[in-house]
């Protein structure tokens, strides 16, 4: 079992950067993968970024290579997520997720185990 907690979002005018956090618990965290992925309003669930369980390894949907970055604090059982750069389209629910069987970074909503309750990032014109 594993329970997640996102934290950090909020509203932030365009241009402007959150970091949102993922605090796990329950099971050794740096044996698995983490993702983020992310949900507007009336559309589906989409992948943000991934990393692996060492985070020597990670994946980016192509709307935020460049401006966003995952990273974790294994340590601290913790994933981040710096978004910089932010436009109105990145205005979603943002939820992370751990694979807990895989080490590598995926981009499959599938075959991730557990989900957190999910964050909420508004950004403004």
């Known amino acids: 079992q594993v329970q997640l907690v996102e934290s950090g979002g909020g509203l932030v005018q365009a241009g402007g950067s959150l970091r949102l956090s993922c605090a796990a618990s329950g099971r050794t965290f740096s044996s698995y993968a983490m993702g983020w992925f992310r949900q507007g309003l009336g559309k589906e669930r989409e992948f943000v970024s991934a990393?692996?369980?060492?985070?020597?390894?990670?994946k980016y949907a192509d709307s935020v290579k460049g401006r966003f970055t995952i990273s974790r604090d294994n340590a601290k059982n913790t994933v981040y997520l710096q978004m910089n750069s932010l436009t109105p389209e990145a205005t979603a629910v943002y939820y992370c997720?751990?694979?807990?069987?895989?080490?590598?970074?995926?981009?499959?909503?599938?075959?991730?185990?557990?989900w957190g309750q999910g964050t909420q990032v508004t950004v403004s014109s």
């Open positions: 997720a751990a694979d807990l069987f895989g080490a590598r970074p995926a981009r499959t909503p599938s075959v991730y185990d557990y």
């Open positions: 990393i692996s369980w060492r985070g020597d390894s990670t």
